[in-house]
Nanobody
């Protein structure tokens, strides 16, 4: 059974930082494209960042220069480092492994003063 478990979300002030983690079980992430998506209230789910098995990364324009996706294949975990957070980054963040795809349950990120 494949499971993706996100953690690291929470409440942070504008300009702050958070690091999200996605721990996988049931698959070896080394052969998957891993990614993060997010869904804000009343909006569609959108792509945030992806990282290929070879380490190539791709980011939404809205997060370029602020978010960094990385992977630790030995720990079977993917990370999303977020800095300079803005209120518009508030959303539930989901981890995804492709092909499958397999989704995590999400972790809430709230950016507010």
């Amino acid at each position: 059974q494949v499971q993706l478990v996100e953690s690291g979300g929470g409440l942070v002030q504008p300009g702050g930082s958070l690091r999200l983690s996605c721990a996988a079980s049931g698959i070896s992430i080394s052969i998957y494209v891993m990614g993060w998506h997010r869904q804000a209230p009343g909006k569609e789910r959108e792509l945030v960042a992806t990282i290929s098995s070879g380490g190539w990364t791709n980011y939404a324009d809205s997060v370029k220069g602020r978010f960094t996706i990385s992977r630790d294949n030995a720990k079977n975990t993917v990370y999303l480092q977020m800095i300079s957070l803005k209120p518009e980054d508030t959303a539930v963040y989901y981890c995804i492994a492709s092909p499958g795809p397999y989704w995590g349950q999400g972790t809430q990120v709230t950016v507010s003063s």
